[in-house]
Protein backbone atom coordinates (compact mmCIF):
# COMPACT_ATOMS: atom_id res chain seq x y z
CA UNK A 1 0.00 0.00 0.00
CA UNK A 2 1.65 3.38 -0.96
CA UNK A 3 1.55 6.09 1.44
CA UNK A 4 -1.06 8.01 -0.94
CA UNK A 5 -3.32 5.34 0.13
CA UNK A 6 -2.92 5.53 3.39
CA UNK A 7 -3.62 9.05 3.76
CA UNK A 8 -6.61 8.08 1.34
CA UNK A 9 -7.72 5.75 3.64
CA UNK A 10 -7.27 7.80 6.48
CA UNK A 11 -9.46 10.97 5.40
CA UNK A 12 -12.09 8.28 4.21
CA UNK A 13 -13.20 8.48 8.29
CA UNK A 14 -15.94 9.81 8.59
CA UNK A 15 -18.21 10.63 12.20
CA UNK A 16 -21.29 7.72 11.36
CA UNK A 17 -24.39 9.24 10.46
CA UNK A 18 -26.54 10.60 13.39
CA UNK A 19 -29.51 11.28 11.36
CA UNK A 20 -30.88 7.78 12.10
CA UNK A 21 -30.04 7.82 15.63
CA UNK A 22 -33.73 8.96 16.90
CA UNK A 23 -35.38 6.51 14.48
CA UNK A 24 -33.08 3.22 16.41
CA UNK A 25 -34.03 5.12 20.20
CA UNK A 26 -38.01 5.14 18.90
CA UNK A 27 -37.71 1.36 18.15
CA UNK A 28 -35.64 0.45 21.30
CA UNK A 29 -38.38 2.60 23.92
CA UNK A 30 -41.43 0.49 21.98
CA UNK A 31 -40.11 -2.58 22.84
CA UNK A 32 -41.87 -4.81 25.26
CA UNK A 33 -40.13 -3.36 28.21
CA UNK A 34 -39.84 -0.02 30.43
CA UNK A 35 -37.33 2.57 28.38
CA UNK A 36 -33.69 1.70 28.72
CA UNK A 37 -34.50 -1.22 31.58
CA UNK A 38 -31.77 -3.28 29.49
CA UNK A 39 -29.30 -0.72 30.13
CA UNK A 40 -26.01 -0.95 28.25
CA UNK A 41 -27.14 -3.98 26.22
CA UNK A 42 -29.41 -1.04 24.70
CA UNK A 43 -26.80 1.30 24.72
CA UNK A 44 -24.69 -0.93 22.58
CA UNK A 45 -27.04 -1.75 20.33
CA UNK A 46 -28.13 2.05 19.91
CA UNK A 47 -24.55 2.54 18.70
CA UNK A 48 -24.10 -0.73 16.68
CA UNK A 49 -26.96 0.08 14.99
CA UNK A 50 -26.06 3.96 14.00
CA UNK A 51 -22.45 2.67 12.86
CA UNK A 52 -24.22 0.09 10.38
CA UNK A 53 -26.83 2.86 9.62
CA UNK A 54 -29.57 0.98 9.55
CA UNK A 55 -32.42 0.63 12.65
CA UNK A 56 -32.44 -3.07 12.14
CA UNK A 57 -28.84 -4.07 11.25
CA UNK A 58 -27.50 -7.12 10.29
CA UNK A 59 -24.83 -8.83 12.89
CA UNK A 60 -23.87 -12.01 11.72
CA UNK A 61 -20.44 -12.36 10.56
CA UNK A 62 -17.65 -11.86 13.23
CA UNK A 63 -13.99 -12.23 13.19
CA UNK A 64 -10.82 -11.30 15.58
CA UNK A 65 -7.62 -10.03 14.22
CA UNK A 66 -4.95 -10.74 16.59
CA UNK A 67 -1.39 -8.99 15.66
CA UNK A 68 1.93 -9.76 16.67
CA UNK A 69 5.02 -8.97 16.96
CA UNK A 70 8.15 -8.80 18.99
CA UNK A 71 9.75 -6.18 21.06
CA UNK A 72 13.70 -4.83 21.84
CA UNK A 73 12.53 -3.26 24.59
CA UNK A 74 12.19 -7.46 26.14
CA UNK A 75 16.17 -7.46 26.21
CA UNK A 76 16.03 -5.30 29.52
CA UNK A 77 14.24 -7.73 31.15
CA UNK A 78 11.00 -5.99 30.91
CA UNK A 79 8.51 -9.09 31.29
CA UNK A 80 8.24 -12.25 32.77
CA UNK A 81 8.86 -14.55 29.76
CA UNK A 82 11.38 -14.54 27.04
CA UNK A 83 10.55 -12.79 23.85
CA UNK A 84 10.73 -16.94 21.91
CA UNK A 85 6.85 -16.91 23.84
CA UNK A 86 6.20 -14.95 21.24
CA UNK A 87 6.68 -17.14 17.96
CA UNK A 88 5.76 -20.29 20.35
CA UNK A 89 2.19 -18.41 20.81
CA UNK A 90 1.84 -17.87 17.69
CA UNK A 91 1.73 -21.66 16.27
CA UNK A 92 -0.36 -21.86 19.82
CA UNK A 93 -3.04 -19.69 18.11
CA UNK A 94 -2.85 -21.76 14.59
CA UNK A 95 -3.56 -25.05 16.09
CA UNK A 96 -6.43 -23.02 17.86
CA UNK A 97 -5.45 -23.95 21.27
CA UNK A 98 -5.17 -20.32 22.91
CA UNK A 99 -7.53 -18.69 24.84
CA UNK A 100 -8.87 -16.69 21.72
CA UNK A 101 -9.00 -19.53 19.93
CA UNK A 102 -11.81 -20.93 22.86
CA UNK A 103 -13.68 -17.74 23.37
CA UNK A 104 -13.68 -16.66 19.34
CA UNK A 105 -15.05 -20.75 18.75
CA UNK A 106 -18.09 -19.85 21.98
CA UNK A 107 -19.11 -16.86 19.66
CA UNK A 108 -18.72 -18.17 16.34
CA UNK A 109 -16.12 -15.74 15.24
CA UNK A 110 -12.98 -16.63 12.91
CA UNK A 111 -9.63 -15.77 13.89
CA UNK A 112 -7.06 -13.74 11.96
CA UNK A 113 -3.65 -14.23 12.71
CA UNK A 114 -1.35 -11.33 11.44
CA UNK A 115 2.32 -11.15 11.74
CA UNK A 116 3.40 -7.98 11.65
CA UNK A 117 6.82 -8.34 13.68
CA UNK A 118 7.99 -11.75 14.95
CA UNK A 119 11.55 -12.13 15.47
CA UNK A 120 11.39 -15.44 13.78
CA UNK A 121 10.76 -16.84 10.03
CA UNK A 122 7.56 -18.49 10.00
CA UNK A 123 7.95 -19.06 5.86
CA UNK A 124 4.81 -20.20 4.55
CA UNK A 125 2.95 -21.17 7.51
CA UNK A 126 -0.98 -22.01 6.76
CA UNK A 127 -2.85 -19.85 8.34
CA UNK A 128 -0.63 -16.93 9.04
CA UNK A 129 -1.06 -13.96 7.75
CA UNK A 130 2.30 -12.18 7.01
CA UNK A 131 2.37 -8.77 6.67
CA UNK A 132 5.98 -8.40 8.41
CA UNK A 133 7.27 -4.96 8.69
CA UNK A 134 10.77 -6.31 10.35
CA UNK A 135 12.02 -8.74 12.72
CA UNK A 136 10.70 -7.21 16.19
CA UNK A 137 11.13 -3.28 16.99
CA UNK A 138 14.33 -2.06 18.43
CA UNK A 139 15.57 -1.96 21.74
CA UNK A 140 13.94 1.58 22.81
CA UNK A 141 15.82 2.34 25.80
CA UNK A 142 19.05 2.30 23.60
CA UNK A 143 17.46 3.02 19.72
CA UNK A 144 14.20 4.03 18.47
CA UNK A 145 11.52 1.88 17.93
CA UNK A 146 11.52 1.59 14.60
CA UNK A 147 12.09 4.32 11.29
CA UNK A 148 9.30 6.63 10.57
CA UNK A 149 8.79 4.22 7.41
CA UNK A 150 8.16 1.12 9.11
CA UNK A 151 5.90 3.16 11.49
CA UNK A 152 3.48 3.95 8.41
CA UNK A 153 3.91 0.28 6.95
CA UNK A 154 2.71 -1.24 10.21
CA UNK A 155 -0.50 1.09 9.99
CA UNK A 156 -0.71 -0.04 6.43
CA UNK A 157 -0.65 -3.31 7.64
CA UNK A 158 -3.66 -3.30 9.90
CA UNK A 159 -5.52 -1.12 7.15
CA UNK A 160 -4.74 -3.89 4.79
CA UNK A 161 -5.82 -6.76 6.62
CA UNK A 162 -9.09 -4.71 8.02
CA UNK A 163 -10.04 -3.66 4.57
CA UNK A 164 -9.52 -7.63 3.31
CA UNK A 165 -11.84 -8.64 5.77
CA UNK A 166 -14.50 -6.29 5.22
CA UNK A 167 -14.55 -7.10 2.01
CA UNK A 168 -15.51 -10.59 2.94
CA UNK A 169 -18.55 -9.11 4.76
CA UNK A 170 -17.88 -9.21 8.09
CA UNK A 171 -19.85 -7.32 10.33
CA UNK A 172 -17.69 -6.39 13.45
CA UNK A 173 -14.07 -6.81 13.70
CA UNK A 174 -12.20 -7.28 17.10
CA UNK A 175 -8.58 -6.77 17.75
CA UNK A 176 -5.89 -8.57 19.76
CA UNK A 177 -2.34 -8.56 20.52
CA UNK A 178 0.29 -10.78 21.26
CA UNK A 179 4.30 -9.91 21.94
CA UNK A 180 6.71 -9.96 24.30
CA UNK A 181 7.23 -6.71 26.07
CA UNK A 182 4.31 -4.79 24.40
CA UNK A 183 2.93 -3.47 27.56
CA UNK A 184 6.14 -1.60 27.79
CA UNK A 185 5.40 -0.14 24.83
CA UNK A 186 1.96 0.64 25.36
CA UNK A 187 2.60 2.46 28.83
CA UNK A 188 5.08 4.48 26.83
CA UNK A 189 2.42 5.55 24.28
CA UNK A 190 -0.26 6.06 26.73
CA UNK A 191 2.12 7.73 28.77
CA UNK A 192 3.44 10.52 26.41
CA UNK A 193 -0.06 11.13 24.45
CA UNK A 194 -2.42 11.32 27.99
CA UNK A 195 0.96 13.00 29.96
CA UNK A 196 -0.08 11.00 32.84
CA UNK A 197 3.14 10.42 34.97
CA UNK A 198 4.86 6.98 33.73
CA UNK A 199 4.24 5.17 37.77
CA UNK A 200 0.79 5.96 37.10
CA UNK A 201 0.62 4.16 33.70
CA UNK A 202 2.85 1.24 33.62
CA UNK A 203 1.38 -1.93 35.26
CA UNK A 204 2.54 -5.80 36.02
CA UNK A 205 1.98 -6.84 32.51
CA UNK A 206 3.04 -10.67 32.46
CA UNK A 207 2.92 -10.83 36.25
CA UNK A 208 6.76 -9.32 37.16
CA UNK A 209 7.04 -8.73 40.95
CA UNK A 210 7.89 -5.19 42.74
CA UNK A 211 11.30 -4.91 41.79
CA UNK A 212 10.69 -5.93 38.43
CA UNK A 213 8.10 -3.70 37.77
CA UNK A 214 10.25 -0.96 39.68
CA UNK A 215 13.02 -1.62 36.57
CA UNK A 216 9.65 -1.60 34.11
CA UNK A 217 9.01 2.63 34.90
CA UNK A 218 12.85 2.70 35.15
CA UNK A 219 12.93 1.23 31.42
CA UNK A 220 9.94 3.35 30.42
CA UNK A 221 10.88 6.77 31.92
CA UNK A 222 14.84 6.57 30.35
CA UNK A 223 13.42 5.93 27.44
CA UNK A 224 10.60 8.81 26.97
CA UNK A 225 13.63 11.01 28.24
CA UNK A 226 16.48 10.05 25.94
CA UNK A 227 13.89 10.09 22.62
CA UNK A 228 11.31 12.84 23.59
CA UNK A 229 8.41 11.98 21.13
CA UNK A 230 6.30 14.29 20.66
CA UNK A 231 2.62 14.26 22.59
CA UNK A 232 0.30 15.47 19.25
CA UNK A 233 2.21 12.97 16.63
CA UNK A 234 0.90 9.75 16.22
CA UNK A 235 4.49 8.85 14.29
CA UNK A 236 7.19 10.29 16.54
CA UNK A 237 5.20 8.68 19.09
CA UNK A 238 5.19 5.00 17.14
CA UNK A 239 8.41 5.69 15.96
CA UNK A 240 10.40 6.40 19.19
CA UNK A 241 8.48 3.95 21.90
CA UNK A 242 6.00 1.83 19.47
CA UNK A 243 5.33 -1.28 18.59
CA UNK A 244 4.81 -3.00 15.19
CA UNK A 245 1.40 -5.05 16.44
CA UNK A 246 0.33 -1.89 17.93
CA UNK A 247 0.43 0.29 15.16
CA UNK A 248 -1.47 -2.26 13.00
CA UNK A 249 -4.38 -2.66 15.20
CA UNK A 250 -4.19 1.58 14.73
CA UNK A 251 -4.46 0.12 10.70
CA UNK A 252 -6.85 -1.94 11.61
CA UNK A 253 -9.34 0.62 13.35
CA UNK A 254 -8.40 2.92 10.93
CA UNK A 255 -9.83 0.43 7.77
CA UNK A 256 -12.59 -0.49 9.76
CA UNK A 257 -13.56 3.06 10.69
CA UNK A 258 -13.56 3.62 6.87
CA UNK A 259 -15.95 1.36 5.76
CA UNK A 260 -17.97 1.77 8.93
CA UNK A 261 -17.47 -1.25 10.22
CA UNK A 262 -17.63 -1.39 14.52
CA UNK A 263 -14.07 -2.34 16.15
CA UNK A 264 -14.04 -3.82 19.31
CA UNK A 265 -10.60 -3.38 21.22
CA UNK A 266 -9.21 -5.40 23.46
CA UNK A 267 -7.07 -4.28 26.68
CA UNK A 268 -4.62 -2.29 27.25
CA UNK A 269 -2.66 -2.92 24.59
CA UNK A 270 -5.27 -2.47 21.51
CA UNK A 271 -6.49 0.70 23.53
CA UNK A 272 -2.45 1.74 22.85
CA UNK A 273 -3.28 1.51 19.61
CA UNK A 274 -6.56 3.01 19.54
CA UNK A 275 -4.59 6.32 20.60
CA UNK A 276 -2.70 6.20 17.62
CA UNK A 277 -5.47 5.88 15.46
CA UNK A 278 -7.46 8.92 17.26
CA UNK A 279 -4.17 11.15 17.06
CA UNK A 280 -4.31 10.40 13.23
CA UNK A 281 -8.24 10.94 12.90
CA UNK A 282 -10.25 11.56 15.89
CA UNK A 283 -13.32 10.21 14.31
CA UNK A 284 -11.77 6.59 14.89
CA UNK A 285 -12.94 6.64 18.18
CA UNK A 286 -16.92 6.95 16.95
CA UNK A 287 -16.67 3.17 15.74
CA UNK A 288 -15.06 1.43 19.30
CA UNK A 289 -16.38 -0.25 21.58
CA UNK A 290 -14.18 -0.62 25.02
CA UNK A 291 -14.34 -4.49 25.78
CA UNK A 292 -13.29 -4.50 29.45
CA UNK A 293 -11.29 -2.92 31.83
CA UNK A 294 -7.91 -4.26 31.84
CA UNK A 295 -5.80 -4.96 35.28
CA UNK A 296 -3.33 -3.05 33.87
CA UNK A 297 -3.47 0.39 35.49
CA UNK A 298 -3.06 2.55 32.71
CA UNK A 299 -5.86 1.29 30.69
CA UNK A 300 -8.18 3.66 32.47
CA UNK A 301 -6.13 6.23 31.78
CA UNK A 302 -6.41 5.41 28.23
CA UNK A 303 -9.92 4.83 28.29
CA UNK A 304 -10.69 7.54 29.78
CA UNK A 305 -8.72 9.65 27.46
CA UNK A 306 -10.84 8.36 24.48
CA UNK A 307 -14.01 8.83 26.23
CA UNK A 308 -14.72 4.90 26.44
CA UNK A 309 -16.22 2.95 29.26
CA UNK A 310 -16.31 -0.71 29.29
CA UNK A 311 -18.67 -3.21 28.94
CA UNK A 312 -16.90 -5.59 31.14
CA UNK A 313 -14.60 -5.87 34.35
CA UNK A 314 -13.94 -8.73 34.75
CA UNK A 315 -10.05 -8.55 35.83
CA UNK A 316 -8.86 -10.29 32.41
CA UNK A 317 -4.98 -9.30 31.46
CA UNK A 318 -4.61 -11.91 28.69
CA UNK A 319 -5.11 -9.72 25.42
CA UNK A 320 -5.05 -11.97 22.31
CA UNK A 321 -8.75 -10.53 21.46
CA UNK A 322 -10.01 -12.53 24.58
CA UNK A 323 -11.98 -9.44 25.81
CA UNK A 324 -13.32 -8.40 22.68
CA UNK A 325 -14.53 -11.97 21.65
CA UNK A 326 -16.78 -11.78 25.49
CA UNK A 327 -17.87 -7.58 24.74
CA UNK A 328 -18.58 -8.95 20.94
CA UNK A 329 -21.12 -11.67 22.47
CA UNK A 330 -22.59 -8.74 24.63
CA UNK A 331 -23.08 -6.20 21.06
CA UNK A 332 -24.33 -9.14 19.18
CA UNK A 333 -27.25 -9.57 22.45
CA UNK A 334 -28.23 -6.07 22.20
CA UNK A 335 -28.50 -6.26 18.85
CA UNK A 336 -30.55 -9.28 18.75
CA UNK A 337 -32.82 -7.81 21.15
CA UNK A 338 -33.34 -4.46 19.07
CA UNK A 339 -34.14 -6.68 15.57
CA UNK A 340 -35.98 -9.37 17.58
CA UNK A 341 -38.13 -8.58 20.60
CA UNK A 342 -41.47 -7.37 19.90
CA UNK A 343 -42.68 -4.32 19.76
CA UNK A 344 -45.76 -3.09 22.10
CA UNK A 345 -48.06 -2.63 19.19
CA UNK A 346 -47.21 -5.96 17.59
CA UNK A 347 -47.51 -7.81 20.57
CA UNK A 348 -50.80 -6.36 21.69
CA UNK A 349 -48.92 -5.40 25.20
CA UNK A 350 -50.05 -1.79 26.67
CA UNK A 351 -47.43 0.24 27.80
CA UNK A 352 -49.23 0.54 31.11
CA UNK A 353 -49.53 -3.04 31.85
CA UNK A 354 -45.58 -2.62 32.54
Do not use: W
Not at 73 to 101: C, D, H, W
Not at 233 to 261: H, N, Q, Y
Amino acid sequence: MEERLFDKILTAVKKPDGSIKKRIQERLDNLTKPPGSLGRLEEAALKYAVIRGAVNPVLRRKTILTFVGDHGIAEEGVSAYPKEVTRQMVFNFLRGGAAVNVLARHIRAGVRIVDVGVDYDFGKTEGLISKKVRRGTGNFLKTPAMTKKEAVMAIEAGIETAIAETECGVDIVGVGDMGIGNSSSAAGITAVITEKPVEEITGRGTGIDDAGLRHKIAVIKSAIALHKPKQDDPIDIMRKVGGLEIGAIAGAIIGCASRKIPIVLDGFIATAGALIAFLLNKNTVKYLFASHLSKEKGHIAALRYLGLKPLLDLHLRLGEGTGACLAINLIEAGVRILNEMATFDGAGVSRNDL
